[in-house]
């Protein structure tokens, strides 16, 4: 597995981004998928998670109804789909994959693996 995040950019609030996360490994349908952020100062945060078919997701509260996770696994990528994005969604975005289908998805060492992150700055 050797992951990529793309996508990000500078936004003004209320707007939308999509990342994609890349597995240029080709075996990412054997994980579910995990994404995190990490804003200047703050801790890491688990923001969401799909399972390996993409049946089941998860989303942390701070993004629930802003956020959709999904996922092709014929081309091993997964997406996070943002939209009425605020200054406080500012930091690095990090996919990461895991084999416990979203077990303790908030839980950065239940992922095995980690993709380089992608900055997604929201202007005021």
């Known amino acids: 597995v050797q992951l990529q995040a793309y996508g990000g950019g500078l936004v003004q609030a209320g707007g939308s981004l999509r990342l994609s996360c890349v597995d240029s490994?080709?075996?990412?349908?054997?994980?579910?998928v995990g994404w995190f952020r990490r804003a200047p100062g703050k801790e890491r945060e688990g923001v969401s998670c799909?399972?390996?078919?993409?049946?089941?997701?998860y989303y942390a509260d701070s993004v629930k109804g802003r956020v959709t996770v999904s996922r092709d696994n014929a081309k091993y990528t997964a997406y996070l789909q943002m939209n009425s994005l605020k200054p406080e969604d500012t930091a690095v975005y990090y996919c990461?994959?895991?084999?416990?289908?979203?077990?303790?998805?908030?839980?950065?060492?239940?992922?095995?693996?980690w993709g380089l992150g992608t900055q997604v700055t929201v202007s005021s």
């Open positions: 799909i399972s390996t078919s993409g049946g089941t997701t």
């Open positions: 490994g080709g075996s990412l349908d054997y994980y579910a």
């Open positions: 990461a994959s895991q084999d416990f289908e979203c077990g303790n998805y908030w839980y950065a060492a239940t992922y095995y693996y």
